[in-house]
């Protein structure tokens, strides 16, 4: 008989970000940083009680440092 595929953990849908127009683009790190991300990733993981990866991380930074581009410029004057 072939073994049954474990079942994917289920993320919380609140993490979870759908976007709709979405592009991806790749971004160079210096490796000491990329391990500074990764372990603040892993210390926010264990607070909150939900896997956090790195990629995540800096998504949400993006996010929080540039809110609402329709909205306002990169400097938060209103358009």
């Not at 790195?54 to 993006?62: F, K, T």
């Amino acid at each position: 008989m072939l073994a049954k595929p474990e079942k994917k953990q289920k993320i919380d849908k609140k993490k979870r970000t759908i976007f709709k127009n979405k592009k991806t683009i790749c971004l160079s790190l210096e490796k000491d940083h990329l391990d500074f991300i990764k372990s603040q990733a892993l210390q926010r993981s264990l607070q909150q009680g939900c896997l956090i990866e790195a990629n995540q991380l800096i998504r949400e930074a993006l996010q929080n440092a540039f809110p609402a581009p329709k909205q306002f410029d990169m400097f938060g004057a209103r358009r």
